[in-house]
C-alpha cells in the first residue's frame, strides 16, 4: 500500500493515547505524567471539534505508524507536534510523517505561512527529525517567554520552503 496520510478520527484515539503514554514519549513531552484514558478521550474529541487544530495518521503498509497535529496560532503562524507509534522508533518515520504532514498541511492551510516546533533541547532525535525534514533551528525565539524556554529549542519551516 505504501505511506499515507489521512485525517484523525475518533477510532485513533485509543492509539494516540497508547502512543503518548509511551515512556519515551512521555519524557519528551511538557506534561510528562502519565495521562489517564478518560481524560485524553476528553483532550481528543475537543481536538476534534476545534477548527484550529488538524490532525494526520500516517498510515504504512495498513499500519498506523504515527500521527501529527497543527494548531492555529494565529498571524499565519501554526505549531506541529508528532508522535510516532513506539514499535516504529528508529525507523526514519518521524522525519516522513513530518515532511509529508507539514506539506499537506500548509496545502490545505493556505493561510499559515509558517509553522514552528518546540523540541527539549536534551531530546536529539526529535531534533534530528526536525533537521532532516528542514526544519531551521532559530536561537533567538521564545514562545513560553520564561525559564521554561531555556529547556527548548525552536524550529521553523516557511511556504516559501516547499520544493
Not at 509553522?115 to 528542514?134: L, T, Y
Request: charged fraction near 35%; include cysteine.
Amino acid at each position: 500500500m505504501g505511506f499515507v496520510l489521512r485525517r484523525i478520527d475518533e477510532f485513533d484515539c485509543r492509539d494516540v493515547w497508547d502512543w503518548r503514554n509511551h515512556p519515551v514519549a512521555r519524557a519528551n513531552s511538557i506534561q510528562k505524567d502519565e495521562i489517564p484514558f478518560e481524560v485524553h478521550k476528553k483532550w481528543f474529541d475537543n481536538f476534534l471539534k476545534d477548527s484550529k487544530r488538524t490532525g494526520y495518521i500516517a498510515i504504512d503498509d495498513k499500519v498506523k505508524v504515527g500521527q501529527v497535529r497543527f494548531d492555529e496560532m494565529g498571524n499565519g503562524v501554526s505549531r506541529i507536534a508528532v508522535t510516532v507509534n513506539p514499535n516504529f522508533y528508529g525507523k526514519g518515520y518521524g522525519t516522513k510523517i513530518v515532511v509529508d504532514g507539514s506539506i499537506k498541511y500548509l496545502l490545505e492551510h493556505l493561510q499559515t505561512t509558517k509553522i514552528f516546533a518546540d523540541i527539549q533541547k536534551n531530546n536529539p532525535a526529535s531534533i534530528k527529525v526536525f533537521d532532516r525534514a528542514g526544519y531551521v533551528k532559530d536561537e533567538n525565539y521564545k514562545w513560553f517567554g520564561d525559564e521554561r524556554d531555556e529547556e527548548y529549542s525552536y524550529y521553523w519551516f516557511s511556504r516559501g520552503e516547499i520544493k
